[in-house]
């Protein structure tokens, strides 16, 4: 859809709201004015798409102009607009944000109640019912896990971007082993190296380690022997004293074994996520995953024998050849296992991603739409509540991303790096650090994305691990 501005340069704003309600390949034409007049300023938004043109139009005193408030002022009237032409209301309103639970811990955190927190999401953005209540639950999620961290506290975050086998939706940057297995010894030694030099800085800063949190790509990619390595590694070069979670990313039941999982159980890390993403074999075929649902069972018997009491396990919403009833039956099946915690995923058309050029089989938004309500109805009545959420770019149904949890065993880290309380570091190809800085503020500084690129790098990325402990300063 083609989006011409009249009248002021607010384009971001904008693009990405119509980007959120429309999509990506939406034909069409819209214009968003803005008129300023002696007492308000009038934001106009017109759109042109299928013979049809709409019109609407939100004002807001001119003394009470700021950027913020602007901007707001822009993507309301657009939301207007969009709406009459849209087949069914956004679940999430005018919020064209990843993190729309960001609004709403920053209005508790500032004093405010669920009562007017619920309140700016109808009147302000238009969220819908059942979204505000998923936005105030999550965001009483990260006001609990807020009183747990302190100025000092610090998560961390190590990547380890190699897979079995790419899926079929997958957009990170992450290598097969088939083709790029004489990296992951290379990767390993460099990452220790990052992992002893960022043990230093954080000793001589007075931070502390609160959550660690390996992923990937899917990091038991590693052998065992590898794993154990790793992981007597952090033991050794980092104080973990005060450190509360330790989650190692299983994901894929095909890279885990009984020795394996009962190393890392042992090793020290308490979480374990084994991700189906769904129950039924040929929808697990049409994503490129080789191995069967029943394989995820055992899996996951396996790592509460190895003595993990806090499991997750992923599904996503959507999946090619995937349809309400086969999503319903995977939510079911994995429900009866009783994990700690359950991710539900919407299914996201990444440009980096198989599905992005092939898209047959895939559900339509309504059908969608279901799945996504079956899961959060049977999530509630089997007493699992919603603690984070995000979205994602290219989304089908403009919906979300949503961790389940049984009470007390959120994922804290999931919480602190999603709604940014305290600093991110990340280790490792590919990851990003998120650091706040003494003035308040954030600052992101990414790794180098590819395994090869990491190591060729690795002296660079030690340089900027030493300029961030340095931006730190003064914070604590």
């Known amino acids: 859809m083609e989006l011409t501005l009249i009248g002021h340069q607010d384009r971001y704003p904008v693009e990405q709201l119509q980007m959120s309600l429309f999509g990506p390949e939406a034909q069409g034409q819209a214009v968003s004015r803005l008129l300023r ?34 901007r707001q002022l822009l993507q309301q009237s657009f939301y207007l607009a969009a709406i009459r032409l849209l087949p069914a209301l956004p679940p999430w309103g005018a919020i064209a944000g990843v993190r729309p639970t960001k609004l709403t811990t920053k209005h508790l955190l500032q004093g405010g109640t669920e009562k007017t927190a619920e309140k700016l999401l109808k009147d302000v953005y238009y969220v819908t019912p059942q979204r505000r209540r998923l936005a105030l639950d999550c965001s009483s999620s990260t006001v609990k896990a807020a009183q747990l961290s302190r100025k000092e506290d610090i998560s961390l975050y190590i990547g380890i971007p190699f897979c079995p086998t790419r899926c079929s939706y997958c957009s990170f940057v992450s290598h097969t082993i088939g083709k790029h297995a004489e990296l992951i010894e290379p990767y390993l030694q460099a990452l ?29 990619t590693l052998n065992t022997r590898q794993i154990s390595l790793l992981l007597d590694t952090i033991r050794d070069v980092f104080d973990l004293s005060r450190c509360i979670e330790f989650t190692v990313e299983g994901g894929r039941p095909d890279t885990l074994s009984p020795e394996k999982l009962l190393a890392i159980h042992a090793h020290g890390a308490d979480r374990m996520s084994i991700n189906p993403q769904t129950m039924i074999d040929s929808v697990l075929d049409a994503c490129h995953r080789p191995h069967k649902a029943a394989d995820v069972v055992t899996a996951y018997h396996w790592a509460k024998d190895a003595g993990f009491t806090a499991i997750n396990m992923d599904l996503i919403a959507g999946l090619p050849t995937d349809t309400y009833e086969g999503f319903c039956r995977s939510l079911d099946e994995i429900a009866a296992l009783d994990p ?27 059908e969608v739409a279901r799945m996504v309500e079956y899961a959060g109805d049977t999530l509630r009545k089997l007493n699992y509540r919603p603690y984070y959420l995000y979205r994602q770019k290219y989304m089908s149904g403009s919906f979300e991303n949503v961790g389940w949890s049984r009470d007390g065993l959120d994922c804290l880290y999931n919480i602190y790096m999603m709604e940014e ?43 900027q691990k030493e300029e961030l402990f340095e931006l730190m300063k003064g914070s604590i």
């Open 37 to 70: 007049g002696n007492h308000w300023l009038t934001a106009v938004t017109t759109i042109s798409q299928d013979g049809k043109t709409v019109t609407a139009r939100k004002r807001l005193l001119a003394e009470k102009e700021t950027v913020p408030a602007r």
């Open 192 to 220: 220790l190296q990052e992992i002893t030099v960022t043990g230093k800085l954080l000793e001589k800063s007075g931070r502390q380690l609160r959550t660690i949190y390996i992923g990937g790509g899917t990091p038991t």
């Open 340 to 366: 700690a915690n359950i991710t539900v995923h919407t299914l996201a058309l990444k440009k980096g991603a198989d599905l992005f050029g092939n898209r047959q089989g895939l559900s339509a938004p309504g």
């Open 421 to 463: 309380l305290h600093t991110i570091l990340s280790l490792g190809g590919g990851g990003m650090n998120k650091v706040n800085l003494p003035d308040g503020t954030l600052r992101r500084f990414h790794n180098p994305k590819f395994p090869e690129q990491y190591i060729d790098m690795l002296p660079e990325v030690l340089r």
